[in-house]
């Protein structure tokens, strides 16, 4: 995986990739943002569902990630 970070604005989460590995699992630390953890339960990358519901500025941002 290359990019560091995916936003899917379809479904309005960002991936942010920390460590290559498959999901083996994974924890939900606060309302809509979770952590995915592999087979060691080492933390593989962090989810953040309905990312839009931060400021404009910080939402301005995660599009530009697109690019």
């Known amino acids: 995986m ?3 970070y995916y ?4 479904s309005d989460s960002l991936f942010i990739h920390l ?4 999901e ?3 924890e ?4 809509g943002i979770n952590i995915e953890l ?14 839009s519901r931060f400021t404009m500025a910080e ?6 990630m697109k690019h």
């Open 24 to 26: 083996e699992s994974f």
């Open 38 to 51: 592999d087979e060691n339960n080492e933390i593989i990358g962090i989810e953040i569902l309905h990312a």
């Open 59 to 64: 939402k301005r941002a995660i599009s530009a």
């Open 7 to 10: 936003y899917d604005e379809k």
């Open 19 to 22: 460590k290559d590995g498959e």
């Open 2 to 4: 290359d990019k560091k």
């Open 28 to 31: 939900e630390i606060a309302p």
